[in-house]
């Protein structure tokens, strides 16, 4: 047995929504988690975001970076609890303060500190998509 396969998820596997302006960032989270085992949608900004969620049959989790161009990742998560309730997110930042001031907020929202390593993001993920 591989001792990465104890990290893999569950089938079916999660679909998760990335949305970072960053495409270094995309890709890499893109590479962790398929790696894991989910299933992965990417888009560079909020807009994209709600296209691709529009389209996908299922999303379960979208982890969006704060700070983008036009649509933040605030008011993204703020759209996609609205219409989509049982969608999951997480919002990742560089700035402490944001994730903080997220994460203890009027609706708290899961938070991912930027940097983060490869074991931090698929603990995040695990967490998140496991709570009720």
């Avoid at 893109?30 to 560079?44: E, H, M, N, P, S």
């Avoid at 900004?45 to 979208?62: K, M, S, W």
């Avoid at 983008?68 to 998560?77: Q, V």
Wanted: proline share 8%; with cysteine.
């Amino acid at each position: 047995m591989n001792p990465t396969d104890s990290t893999k998820t569950s089938s079916p596997a999660a679909t998760i929504l990335l949305v970072d302006d960053d495409p270094f960032m995309l890709r890499l989270m893109d590479l962790i988690l398929r790696d894991a085992g989910y299933q992965i949608v990417q888009a560079r900004n909020g807009e994209e975001a709600l296209a691709a969620i529009r389209e996908q049959p299922r999303v379960d989790l979208v982890i969006s970076d704060v700070v983008m161009p036009g649509m933040d990742g605030e008011l993204l998560r703020n759209t996609v609890s609205h219409h989509w309730p049982t969608c999951k997110f997480i919002v990742c930042s560089g700035y402490p303060d944001k994730c903080w001031d997220l994460a203890n907020g009027e609706i708290p929202v899961a938070t991912l500190p930027k940097p983060f390593t490869a074991s931090v993001l698929k603990d995040r993920v695990r967490e998140v998509l496991a709570a009720n």
